[in-house]
């Protein structure tokens, strides 16, 4: 591979596992963040789905950090030369529920890598593959995109907006309070800066306010799922970014039945989409 690629053949395939355990502590703190009346957690309690994002937290030391906050070329992503890294989406799929108290393992793998150019310049994306696994065997996949991207240069035009369907049979409207995004950050432990450090996020990459987590509006559509739901369990879920958001207003969650299961989406406090996603139930 050349240009933004050139030797990250070597990082292709590659795969590491990390154990952990379900510990109910972990449990009790997501439920404050998302702030959901969930029952004190017992031992083997199902973990609902998309909460399995408390757990297998890395471990990079400071000095192992970027300027943004993120693990500089450590690991299993390769160092790309541009400045921004952003979580683009994913795909998941429930097999089994993991349970309070037992001992799980992750395997992370980059599957696939790939450059291309877009109206805003040079994009790379790369596609990462998470196996959790318990007691039980595999639970739960996940497949990731996350994007390299340039800077953002002040004056640039936002991506066109796109309107968020008018009607929904479930809605949510949710504040994305700056105590929120860092406590989510905190549980994940993911030190990127746009998320909690508004002067970096302002003044270094030049965004408007500080960006709510893709993987939070992630949850927070399942969690809409599961709050209208409440006998059923996503057995799959699949989400794409579509628009930044960011703290400055409240956001909304919306979803409507087809023939799969449910559409959903999240818009932003002006009616654009942000986020589009879909679920279905087993």
């Given at each position: 591979?050349?240009?933004l ?59 192992a ?47 696939d ?12 994306r ?14 739960v ?83 809409l ?51 589009t996603?879909?679920a279905?139930?087993?």
């Open positions: 591979m050349a240009g690629l050139s030797g990250v053949e070597e990082y292709l395939g590659k795969n590491e596992t990390i154990p952990d355990v379900v510990t109910p502590l972990s449990v009790a703190r997501l439920a404050a963040t998302l702030d959901v009346d969930n029952p004190a957690p017992n031992a083997g309690d199902a973990l609902p789905p998309g909460w399995e994002c408390a757990y297998f937290a890395g471990g990079a030391r400071p000095d950090l970027g300027e943004d906050g993120l693990p500089s070329g450590t690991g299993l992503l390769p160092p790309i030369d541009l400045p921004r890294r952003m979580f683009g989406g994913a795909r998941h799929t429930y097999r089994t529920p993991l349970r309070v108290g037992e001992e799980i393992a992750q395997t992370t793998e980059l599957v890598i790939e450059e291309k150019e877009t109206r805003s310049g040079k994009l790379v790369a596609l990462v593959r998470r196996t959790i696994v318990g007691p039980r065997g595999p639970a996949t996940e497949e990731q995109d996350i994007l390299y991207l340039g800077e953002v240069v002040p004056g640039t035009p936002a991506p066109p907006a796109k309107p968020a369907p008018e009607a929904a049979t479930w809605r949510r409207s949710v504040v994305p309070s700056p105590i929120l995004l860092f406590r989510f950050s905190a549980i994940t432990f993911n030190a990127h800066r746009i998320h909690y450090d508004l002067p970096y996020a302002s003044g270094v990459e030049n965004y408007p306010g500080l960006l709510v987590q893709g993987r939070l509006l992630a949850l927070l559509l399942l969690e799922c599961r709050a209208n739901r409440p006998e059923e369990r996503v057995t799959s879920f699949g989400y794409r970014a579509v628009r930044p958001l960011y703290d400055q207003a409240p956001f909304t969650l919306g979803a409507n039945p087809d023939d799969d299961g449910y559409s959903l989406w999240v818009s932003d406090s002006g009616g654009s989409l942000t986020m996603g879909t279905q139930f087993g």
